[in-house]
């Protein structure tokens, strides 16, 4: 079973649509949540960090939330220049510091 | 500031032979990870080294490995190239000294196929 599930695994959106991804964690306790956002051919880059449940985060139009078990990153009136991956990754508390990631959510904003 | 430096971007081998991926960190970090992205698997935990000490490996057979230099820069080889060693080489860089939460700067990459 994975450790950190995204949801879903594509999403299209038109622009300005706004919408959820999904970023759920099986891990006994958290250390971190991180959140990247990937283009095509490049790296990952890091976008937030949360450590405690009911925590928020934003930036322009994104802006994460951490729960228990979830965490969301909202995209409010999404610009086709949003289109990437978008990656979750976790720290588990106790365990190796190193972070687990998901397998991303594919988004696409369509002018 | 200079971002993570991965050289060679793209590289085709065929099977048997071996490769080395190389990676210069941010400066100032000293903690270097690698990870191996495919579609199937999504991003994988290879070894992370710090101060020139593999401090974590993850479950890859030991035709993987890597090594630091003293002035942090990192190497990765494969050897007995296989088909499924295709993928995407990521190298990461951090500035966390110590073990703990901490972001990770990303390379663009190496881009490996193997024939």
């Known amino acids: 079973e994975d450790q950190v599930t995204q949801s879903p695994e594509a999403l299209r959106l038109q622009e300005g649509e706004s919408s959820s991804l999904n970023c759920s964690y099986t891990?006994?306790?958290?250390?971190?949540l991180f959140w990247y956002r990937q283009d095509p051919g490049k790296g990952p880059e890091f976008l937030f960090t949360l450590y405690s449940a009911g925590e928020e985060k934003e930036k322009e139009r994104l802006k994460a939330t951490l729960t228990k078990k979830e965490s969301f990153l909202h995209i409010t009136a999404p610009k086709p220049e949003d289109s990437a991956t978008y990656l979750c990754a976790v720290q588990e508390a106790g365990g190796s510091y190193i972070p687990t990631f998901g397998r991303g959510t594919s988004l696409i904003v369509h002018p | 500031k200079a971002g993570v430096t991965q050289t060679p971007r793209y590289l085709i081998k065929t099977r048997g032979q071996q490769v080395t991926l190389s990676c210069s960190p941010i400066s100032g970090h000293r903690s270097v990870s690698w990870y191996q992205q495919t579609p199937g698997q999504g991003l994988q935990f290879l070894f992370e080294?710090?101060?020139?000490?593999?401090?974590n490996k993850g479950n890859f057979p030991g035709r993987f490995s890597g090594r630091q230099f003293s002035n942090s820069r990192s190497e990765m080889n494969v050897s007995t190239l296989e088909l499924g060693d295709s993928a995407l080489y990521l190298c990461?860089?951090?500035?966390?000294?110590?073990?703990?939460?901490?972001?990770?700067?990303f390379g663009e990459g190496s881009r490996l196929t193997v024939l």
């Open positions: 080294y710090f101060s020139e000490t593999q401090r």
């Open positions: 990461a860089s951090s500035s966390l000294a110590v073990q703990g939460t901490g972001e990770l700067f």
């Open positions: 891990v006994s306790g958290l250390r971190g």
